[in-house]
């Protein structure tokens, strides 16, 4: 509601910025940017419409009307162009297809605090110089650069020297303790930015846009590569490099990794620092948001500040009464309170969820020290705008829709406006309270405000958030509620505050971890409660629209009789199912892994799943970033996972699918002494085995029992699977290679299949043409990584393919790939289907 208090500019504001938003939401749905030029014409046509606008329309009621609805179509136009104009001169700098793949001497920065684990660092460069074969050469301003150990054992692996002498090994050259500002002459190989894409899995493309960062590469450090040199030590980065030594000291002051990556985490906001095992209890009770430096975080942080700087503001009147009479105690702290979190984020990284936290809370300072009195609407579309106009890909992320409806839902229930009330009423009110207050007046004033108004804003918030978590994540903690109810004032202000304190006097990080220790028992045993967490299928725009409205309305301020509607709405949401193929039909979802193996079989009732992927490195692997969110969101419940062979490229994924789907059972080739076999009894595949679901036939044809009492490499046992339905068939091979074909063909073994999984990802050693010519494919999958460095599929493999007129999809041009038997001429690529112009375009096969 407008009221007479309201700056006359109100009127319009709330169509400038919706109208801006919008627009730059709109821009992000292109897959292909338009020509600068373009973009530059709409935004100043729009300028001079609005100018025209602004002149014609008159201040009766409907001059209004229409002058707000020309407003709202003219800033849409704003933000549409200035986003694309933005993103255009960003593209501009990408990296030459020339340059991929190419050894390019680099010297420059190393920018930021490098990120560690097992398998070695990853860190972000800035260019100075760069040469190619003695000549200069252009790259974009920023690399994202890995330093791998172990890379005597790559360099064998590329140059195809299997057998490489163990004094390689001896030679490789480990990562340096890098350190921000360093400047360093270095040997890299580059390719453009280049990540999986899966039906609702993670946009790496899109993480990598939005950081300014246009190449990833590694460093070339064999040993017959150049060593990286050390030129100089720099100082252009000095909060960098504290937080490195922060980091640094919190691991060698605490023994425990585990608790000490959490405290460092919370310190300097290092999120790789936390182990996955403690990531997946965060998830599981709902308090990931608390364990990095996350909105709430600095938020939390710029209320104390700004109660410790109004504070000591009024108090000063004892010594400098024009001080405040010059600036008043509350605008005092209000802009104290933003500089400090602003110091704060920067130290924490200025990661994009701690900048949009920043620009929310100056948009909202600036309008509450403007002396009028803004509608709570105007105030949380402005802090969305400003947001928007600094980063207008954060549109893309789960943080800022999350982060913006928490808020506007806490000023739509009322509780932002009794939260602001209640904290000028406590300003008014504190200079008279009794000396003895002065000695912990922040502490205590933020604990009682966190119990008193905790329990009902969690409670609402939660309410509000449930179907929006489910419409992003698929999944949502059932006892959040009551373990954010502990878990955000304990972090917030007692584990954040002993974490900071340690910066001053190193033991209070052993009290730090201590906290977190005992947290870490109470939320451990929440997850073990049953059904501590639910997942449900991916619900379309439509029902997840439905059911944010249903959260919304649950929260608002109405009476019970309407807010209970709100239930109606949430079903869509809680309720949906995808579908399945009809009886007598199957389907295969290709996913994309990388170099790796891993596909989903589903029959009208019943799921298989091949192969599970790479393991990237301890912390991570393709089955929790590909395929247990896959699963979450089309609603699986897979009754049989078939682990091919032992290859990590195969079975690294395992450990996580295994533990999303308890029920499933382990078909695999794998020894009885196996580690996979302590998570999950595996039955050997044994060609013979058969079986049917839903109309569908399966049969195991290798390998043969007497196989397992013959030592074999890995890759001469793989499982092969085939399925059919009568009219259509599929044939899923693994890693086998020539003699196994051989074998197979010389056998008689029905290999006749409509879809082949490529063997060995297009090796030189598979693909005979002999076995080609049994199966007779009219699609090939081939699950390969983008410049892998075993050059899968090779180019005699494929030309053996397109002699016989077969398709190959390769999964590093499709992304994910779905086929159907109800429509075999059909291949769904996600790649292709889901487009935007910031992901990676490849316009031949690698």
Not at 141 to 161: D, M
Not at 183 to 205: C, I, Q
Not at 538 to 560: E, K, N
Not at 601 to 620: C, I, K, N, Q
Request: glycine share 8%.
């Amino acid at each position: 509601m407008i009221s007479a208090a309201t700056p006359p500019g109100a009127r319009l504001l709330g169509p400038v910025l919706l109208g801006f938003v919008a627009g730059a939401a709109l821009q992000l749905q292109q897959r292909g940017l338009w020509d600068a030029g373009g973009y530059a014409g709409i935004a100043g046509a729009a300028t001079v419409l609005a100018g025209l606008v602004a002149a014609v329309t008159s201040p009766a009621k409907a001059a209004w009307s229409a002058r707000s609805l020309a407003t709202l179509v003219l800033a849409l136009a704003a933000g549409f162009a200035l986003t694309g104009l933005r993103a255009a001169a960003f593209q501009s700098g990408a990296l030459a297809p020339a340059l991929e793949g190419r050894d390019i001497v680099v010297t420059g920065r190393v920018l930021a605090m490098p990120l560690r684990s097992d398998d070695g660092l990853r860190f972000r460069f800035a260019v100075e110089s760069a040469r190619l074969d003695g000549q200069p050469v252009v790259l974009p301003p920023q690399l994202y650069l890995g330093w791998y150990a172990g890379f005597g054992s790559r360099e064998a692996v590329e140059t195809e020297s299997l057998d490489a002498p163990a004094a390689l090994l001896a030679l490789q050259r480990q990562p340096q303790n890098l350190r921000a500002g360093e400047s360093w002459r270095m040997t890299v190989r580059l390719k453009a930015p280049h990540g999986n894409s899966n039906p609702h899995g993670f946009d790496y493309e899109l993480w990598l846009w939005e950081q300014g960062l246009q190449a990833t590469g590694y460093v070339r450090a064999g040993p017959r590569d150049v060593p990286p040199q050390l030129l100089a030590d720099g100082w252009r980065h000095p909060v960098e490099r504290a937080r490195q030594w922060m980091r640094d000291a919190v691991y060698a002051r605490v023994n425990d990794r585990q608790l000490a990556g959490v405290v460092a985490a919370l310190l300097v906001g290092d999120q790789n620092a936390i182990e996955r095992a403690d990531w997946d209890v965060f998830r599981a009770t709902g308090v990931a948001h608390l364990m990095s430096i996350s909105g709430l975080h600095i938020t939390m942080f710029a209320w104390l500040a700004a109660q410790a700087v109004g504070w000591l503001w009024r108090r000063s009147a004892r010594w400098s009464l024009a001080l405040c009479l010059a600036v008043p105690a509350a605008s005092a702290a209000a802009w104290g309170g933003l500089l400090l979190a602003a110091a704060y984020a920067l130290f924490s990284g200025w990661g994009v969820p701690a900048q949009r936290t920043v620009w929310m809370l100056a948009a909202v300072v600036l309008l509450r020290q403007s002396g009028k009195r803004w509608p709570w609407p105007q105030v949380w579309l402005l802090a969305m705008a400003v947001v928007v106009a600094l980063d207008p890909w954060a549109l893309l992320q789960a943080g800022f829709w999350l982060s913006f409806v928490a808020v506007g839902v806490l000023f739509a229930s009322n509780s932002g406006a009794a939260r602001a009330h209640g904290e000028r009423a406590g300003g008014q009110n504190d200079s008279q309270a009794p000396r003895w207050t002065v000695l912990l007046p922040v502490w205590l004033g933020a604990a009682a405000a966190s119990v008193l108004r905790s329990a009902r804003e969690q409670w609402v918030v939660t309410l509000a958030l449930t179907p929006l978590s489910l419409l992003l994540f698929n999944q949502v903690s059932l006892v959040g509620l009551l373990a954010n109810g502990l878990a955000i004032p304990w972090v917030t202000l007692l584990v954040t505050p002993l974490t900071m304190l340690g910066v001053l006097w190193a033991p209070f990080w052993d009290l730090a971890a201590a906290a977190v220790a005992a947290l870490m028992v109470f939320l451990q045993w929440l997850a073990r409660w049953p059904l501590a967490s639910i997942s449900v299928a991916a619900a379309p725009l439509w029902a997840a629209v439905a059911g944010v409205a249903g959260g919304l309305l649950l929260a608002m301020r109405l009476p019970w009789h309407w807010r209970v509607l709100g239930l109606p709405l949430l079903l869509p949401v809680l309720l949906w199912q995808p579908l399945r193929p009809p009886a007598g039909e199957f389907e295969l979802i290709a996913a994309d892994v990388g170099q790796g193996n891993a596909l989903l079989v589903r029959t009208a009732g019943h799921t298989l799943v091949y192969d599970s992927g790479p393991r990237f490195s301890r912390e991570s692997d393709a089955g929790h970033r590909v395929l247990v969110p896959l699963l979450r969101a089309l609603g699986e419940r897979v009754d049989t996972l078939m682990l091919s062979h032992r290859d990590s490229d195969h079975i690294g994924g395992a450990p996580a699918v295994l533990a999303m789907q308890p029920q499933a059972a382990l078909l695999s080739s794998i020894e009885d002494g196996h580690e996979l076999q302590a998570l999950r009894p595996a039955t050997r595949c044994v060609a013979g085995q058969r079986w049917q679901w839903d109309g569908v036939d399966f049969e195991v044809l290798h390998p043969a029992t007497g196989d397992y009492a013959t030592p074999a490499r890995s890759n001469a046992m793989s499982c092969v699977l085939r399925l059919s339905n009568g009219s259509r068939s599929a044939l899923l091979a693994g890693d086998i290679e020539l003699a196994q074909e051989q074998r197979l063909v010389a056998a008689g073994a029905p290999l006749r299949a409509d879809v082949l999984l490529v063997p060995h990802h297009g090796s030189k050693t598979s693909s005979s043409a002999a076995f080609l010519d049994a199966v007779q494919p009219t699609l090939a999958l081939a699950q390969a990584g983008y410049r892998n460095r075993f050059g899968h599929p090779a180019p005699p493999v494929l030309a053996r393919y397109r002699e016989r007129g077969i398709a190959v999809v390769t999964s590093s041009l499709c992304g994910a790939a779905t086929w159907a038997s109800q429509h075999p001429a059909e291949i769904h690529c996600q790649r292709q289907a889901a487009l935007r112009y910031w992901q990676h375009r490849m316009d031949a096969a690698p």
